[in-house]
Each structure stands twice: as C-alpha cells, then as structure tokens.
C-alpha cells in the first residue's frame, strides 16, 4: 500500500499542485515516522484511487474532500471517452464545452460557466503547466490551440472553476484547466486508428531503458481527415513529443520537446438562409478556398521536490515558437461584390516564462499552517497582420503590427487548518503588465502599463470527514488585446476584472455516491464581442452571470459508474435596457453524463451524452443559435499485449450545429450594395442591414455543420 505524507497535497483548493505533490512522495519518498498511510484511513479502493488522482487530500491525518470548484480527472476517465480531436480530451471536465469551426487546425471554441470563451478569452489552458492562451493574437485575445497536444499522453486534467486560487493569473475568470502529460507510460505501445471520411491516424509511443541516469520517451502522431464536407477538409496533422525523466536526490527533473505543424480547408461558416432555401448543402461553402496553417515548437524543463520534511519547492522554464495563417470569409461578397470579402490573419511570435514555488508547514502555536509563495514570469513577442485576400492571394495590408507584451506576477496563499471542521485559504496576488504596439503601416503606436492586486478567500467546513461545505471568493482578470488599448477610435481597458462569489458542497454517501453542487456569481468590468465581419473584438460594457452547477457520481457496480453534471446560467450585460442586455452565444444550459464501464476482464466501455440548450446570438434575442443533443459511445477490449477500441460519436446521427454565430453577409444573388434595400431583400427571420444608406446583406446565423455518425477504431499494440 502506498503512503501520501501527512499534510500533502497540502491545498484542498489547488489540484494542479496537489496532484503533482502526491504524485512525487508516491513515488519518490521512504515512509516518515508519524506519516499517515493510506491503511490507516482506512480508505476503500474507489478513495484509494481518488487520493492518488488528487480528489481526496491528507490533512494532518484526516480525510478532507476537494470543493466542487476543483476537479482532477484521471486518466482512465480520459480513455473511456471519444477524442477525434485533440481538443475533445476536455470533455471531461464538467460544464465544459468543446466546439470547433473553420477547419480542423483551428482553434477550438470554449464555454464554461455562461462564458463563450471564444477560442480562450476567460478560461486559461495549460499542458503541463505551459500556458496556450496567446496574448494579442492575430485572430483573437486569449487564442488557445490545443491541436499540437497527443491525448494518449494526457495522465489527468486539473480543473478550477472562478477567480478563487492565487497560484493562477491571467484569463482566469470563468476557469482554467490544466492537462497534465505522463510522466513515464506503463509500457511502449504503437496504435492505428481508421475511421469515415478518410480518416486514418499513426501513433507510436517508445520509452527506452535507463539512460545517464533517467528514461526517455519520445511520441509521434501523424493524422489526416477530410471531414463530411463537400470540399473536403484536407486535414494534416503531426505531432511530436519528446522527454527525459531523471530523478534527483530530493525530487524529479523533466526536460521535454514539442514539434507540430498542420494545413486545412475550412468550409467556412454557412449563411441559414440559403441553406434553408436549398440553394446550399449544409456541408457545402460559399467560399471553398478558406483555410490556413499552423506550427507550434516548444522546450521546456520542470522541477519537482522536497526540502527536508515540511517543504517544496518546483521550477519550470518553457520557451515556444509558434506560427499561424487563417484564411476566413465571414461576408461573403457585401464589401466587394466582384472578388469577395476574404480576409488573411497572421500570428508570427516567440514566447516563453518562468514559473517558481514554494510550500512549506509550519505551526502557529498550535495551528498548523501551509505557506505558498511564488512568481511567473512571461514575455511575449509577435507580428500580427490582417489583410484582404483573394483565394489566399494576399492583397492591401489592414492591420500589420509588432507586439511586445510582458507579465510579471508574485503570490502568496495561506491554508490555515483551525480545527478538524474548519479550514480558511487565503491569498493575494499582484501582476504587473507593458504593451508595446509598433504599427508597420504608420497608424497608432504606443505603449500602455497596467497592474492588478487580486485578494482571494476560501472558507471550508466539514461537519464530517465526507462533507464539505465552502464558500469562495476573490478577485481575477484577463489581459485584453494591446492593439485595442492603443487606437483611439475604440481604446479598451489593459485588464478586464472579474469579481466571484459561490457557495457549495460536497458528499460522499456509503462510499458509493459523491455529489456535488453549487451557487456562483461572477461580475465582469469589461465584456468582449466578436464582430465577424472585421475579424475583431470589441468591449461592450460590464456583465453579470450567476448560476448553480450540479454534479453526481454513482458506483452502480465494482465496475459499472454513472455520472452527470448540469449548469444553468444567466449572462446579461449591466447598463443596457431590458430587452437590449443578452449575452451573445452566453450558454443557458449544459449537460452532460453517462454510463463507464471498466471490467477487470479488459472489456470496457462508455455510453455519454452532451446537451447544449439554445442560447441568443443578438443582444435582443432576435437571431437564437439551435441547441443540441448528441449521444457518442465508446467500446472496447484491452489486455497486456494488445487493445481494440470502436469509439462513435454522434450515435443517432442527429443533425446539427457545432459553431454559430450572428454575422451581416451577402451572397452574390443577393441585392446590390448600392443601393439602399429593396423591399423583401432578406427573408423572414433575418435582418437587412445598410451602410451609409446601401445594402450591405442580412443579418442571418451563420453556422458550421457538426459532424453526422462517425465511427473510428483503433488497434493498439503494447510490448
């Protein structure tokens, strides 16, 4: 039986940490006297598994229970549930949503909490604590592509939900989620995957024997689909990962290399009402030549261990290359009726950090305290362009701008154990930022500096050892687009503040039933819009959002669980009329749950649903994106020599719409742009929109197709 030291993970509210931290004294630490083994406890096999992922915390001898806040995932979770794109590993992590549009290379779209994240705008991703949110980024702030990431890699995601824990800094409003890579897999294995649509992927996972003291591993995927549309994705793919595992006398050292690169068509998103007209497959494209391209390459070393007993300390350095080129059309032909409203976004930029920490125990009088203490450095540097293009010729230059931007950020977090029942975390944080903007067009230059002091509280209860009761609040932000805070026609704030509260609680019932739930509000300064027809964002007043979460987990039989999770939300904007303060595509309602399988016979399985209600597209409601319902399925048989998995989503083949958003186009059968709009110029249910009195197009939903059945099955090779 394993040993967790008494008093770690040490911080109920900081998973990512925690399981780092149990992670290490499992594996690379004696039993101490007076250490509380895990027998001792008495845990069964379920909290056993739970207190190596992180779910469950050691405290001075005591079982203490995660707030339903935060959430590590474990990796055997991940497995069970289908991830055709890298990105679909986040359907893991309750009340969150994956959706993707515009290609297969793109960037994903998020929402969490009543946030459309855009593609990372309030939530913060990390792999392996490298942050993917990219600051002033040609196509969006906050753009956070998980494409180059190899999900059979992935050991757990850590997951936090509001502005409540002072280890965490930028974009982390709604939330942030941290995927934690493996360390060292169990075992070499090389996997096949074929599926519709000319989908075929290769992946091979090689870890070799002890080299200079340590053990290597090295993963590369190679992937191509081309999706269910007409003019057919193109999708290419790969992805290579790297790293050298050497323990040290008082920890773990891991040095770790990334490689990616992928090009793709986009169908591009599709105006309702010709495909309501039937003059448009909705798997077809007005503009057949949308796409783009992306590299990614990063290095990066970590540092995990002890000093002594009651502290540690970890480092890591990461530095990323990364390259970006989409070609969109959100208008079709309203500007240039004769060549068509094509545009070309580009992001060329070097970024890298440092990120330190301490822990240590110590007593005051007779309470015991944990002391976090830290600092993170990041400094980014990019040229970032938008231009006009013509079936991805590039034309006249719009935007074509050098950004410099840097962050510096301390904390300091205090976790006080007052009694067994009772626990307070407290914590402040301070970041400092510098903008620097150099227009290469001669337009507006300039630099900006902003700082934020962020003060957090937790207070935990615990009327018995499986019960917490907690109640969080604290201050958070995100940075905001430096191209923004220099043009005088549209100046934005350097930070956006988010201000949250929530109340909640957590069971565990005959050790076969944890659940879990949640009131929470949270208030921000500053919303961002996305305008698609000029490809940028801009700030629409404060919001407020407040909503319950409710999650539960059943041990039907040893090997047989059910789970659920449901948000309900409320997003409206602060100062305008009634009437006029949706939210565009601010998600009502989500669900999602289901029934794993995981016989010790090696068959294994799953059986999910994902729901996402209607949710508005316009301030007034008038345009609504249609919700969904899908049903996906995992099936599977492993042993120690070989696994064969089927994984279908969309099981009945249901019809609908993955990304969609209110946009003024105007196909070429339309009306003239100029001239002022001709009676009946845009059909029921849109709006004719006009420009200096001429016919510019209709306001429609304009909407990328989900994917109908899709099955793949994976043969997968150990040894």
């Not at 230059?445 to 509280?457: D, I, N």
């Not at 599977?636 to 719409?657: F, H, K, Q, S």
Request: overall charge negative; aromatic content about 8%; charged content about 20%.
């Amino acid at each position: 039986m394993r040993n967790i030291r008494s008093g770690l993970p040490l911080c109920a509210l900081l998973v990512t940490w925690a399981h780092s931290a149990s992670s290490l004294a499992n594996d690379n630490t004696e039993d101490a006297p007076g250490e509380a083994t895990l027998t001792d406890l008495q845990l069964s096999e379920e909290e056993l598994a739970a207190a190596e992922a992180g779910e469950i915390i050691v405290l001075q001898g005591e079982k203490a229970y995660i707030p339903v806040a935060s959430r590590s995932v474990r990796d055997r979770d991940i497995a069970l549930r289908p991830h055709p794109r890298p990105a679909d590993i986040l359907r893991v992590v309750p009340g969150l949503f994956v959706n993707q549009h515009a290609g297969g290379g793109k960037a994903n779209q998020y929402f969490l909490r009543g946030f459309d994240a855009d593609h990372g705008t309030d939530i913060a991703l990390s792999v392996d604590g490298i942050p993917a949110n990219m600051v002033s980024h040609g196509h969006g702030q906050g753009y956070a592509d998980l494409n180059w990431m190899i999900p059979e890699l992935v050991q757990s995601v850590d997951t936090f939900k509001g502005p409540y824990s002072a280890l965490l800094g930028d974009f982390v409003t709604a939330g942030s989620v941290d995927m934690r890579l493996v360390d060292a897999p169990k075992k070499s294995s090389v996997s096949i995957t074929g599926g519709q649509f000319d989908t075929g992927r290769a992946l091979a996972i090689l870890q070799g024997g002890e080299v200079l003291g340590g053990r290597p591993m090295v993963a590369a995927e190679a992937y191509h689909s081309n999706g269910p549309f007409d003019n057919g994705e193109g999708l290419r793919r790969f992805s290579a990962h790297s790293q050298f595992l050497k323990p040290t006398k008082s920890g773990q050292l891991k040095v770790a290399a990334t490689s990616y690169g992928a090009d793709w068509n986009g169908s591009g998103q599709l105006p309702l009402r010709e495909v309501r007209a039937g003059r448009l497959d909705r798997f077809g494209s007005v503009d057949p030549t949308e796409g783009g391209a992306s590299q990614r390459h990063s290095l990066y070393a970590t540092y995990h261990g002890y000093r002594g007993e009651n502290a540690e300390v970890s480092a890591m350095a990461y530095l990323v290359r990364y390259r970006f080129t989409l070609f969109s059309n959100f208008t079709f032909f309203s500007a240039k009726p004769d060549v068509g409203d094509q545009i070309e976004q580009e992001d060329d930029r070097w970024y890298g950090g440092v990120r330190t920490s301490y822990r240590f125990r110590s007593m005051l009088g007779t309470l015991p305290l944990l002391t976090t203490v830290g600092a993170q450095t990041r400094a980014d540097t990019a040229a970032t362009g938008l231009f006009d293009a013509v079936a991805r010729e590039r034309g006249a230059a719009r935007v074509d701008a050098r950004i410099s931007q840097a962050r510096l950020g301390a904390f300091v977090q205090e976790d006080i154990l007052w009694t067994p029942w009772l626990r307070t975390i407290t914590g402040l944080r301070v970041d400092g930022f510098a903008f620097d903007v150099n227009d290469n067009l001669g337009g507006e230059s300039g630099q900006e500096f902003a700082t934020e002091l962020s003060p957090k509280m937790s207070v935990v209860v615990s009327p018995t050892k499986t019960t917490d009761v907690y109640l969080n609040s604290g201050f958070g932000f995100h940075s905001n687009d430096a191209r923004a805070l220099v043009r005088e026609t549209n100046a934005g704030t350097p930070l956006t503040q988010a201000t949250g509260y929530e109340v909640g609680a957590r069971t565990t019932l005959m050790q076969r039933v944890d659940l879990a739930s949640s009131l929470w509000l949270l208030d921000l300064s500053q919303e961002t819009v996305w305008v698609g027809d000029e490809g940028v964002t801009e700030a629409r007043g404060a919001t407020r959002r407040f909503g319950v979460e409710v999650e539960a987990r059943v041990r039907l039989l040893d090997w047989l669980t059910a789970d659920g999770d449901l948000t309900v939300s409320r997003a409206r904007f602060v100062d305008a009329p009634e009437g006029e303060d949706r939210i565009p595509l601010a998600p009502k309602l989500t669900l999602t749950g289901g029934l794993s399988a995981l016989r010790k016979d090696g068959l294994f399985g799953r059986l999910g649903i994902r729901t996402l209600s209607d949710r508005p597209l316009t301030e007034d409601g008038f345009l609504v994106a249609d919700g969904f319902t899908l049903l996906d399925a995992t099936v599977g048989y492993r042993t120690p020599a070989y696994a064969i998995t089927l994984a279908v989503d969309n099981l009945l083949n249901t019809e609908w719409r993955e990304a969609q958003f209110a946009s003024t186009s105007r196909v070429q059968s339309e009306a003239s742009t100029t001239a002022p709009a001709p009676p009946g110029a845009c059909p029921s249910g849109t709006r004719a929109e006009e420009d200096g009195g001429n016919f510019v197009g209709c306001e429609d939903v304009h909407f990328t197709p989900g994917a109908p059945l899709n099955a793949m099955v994976t043969v997968q090779v150990f040894f």
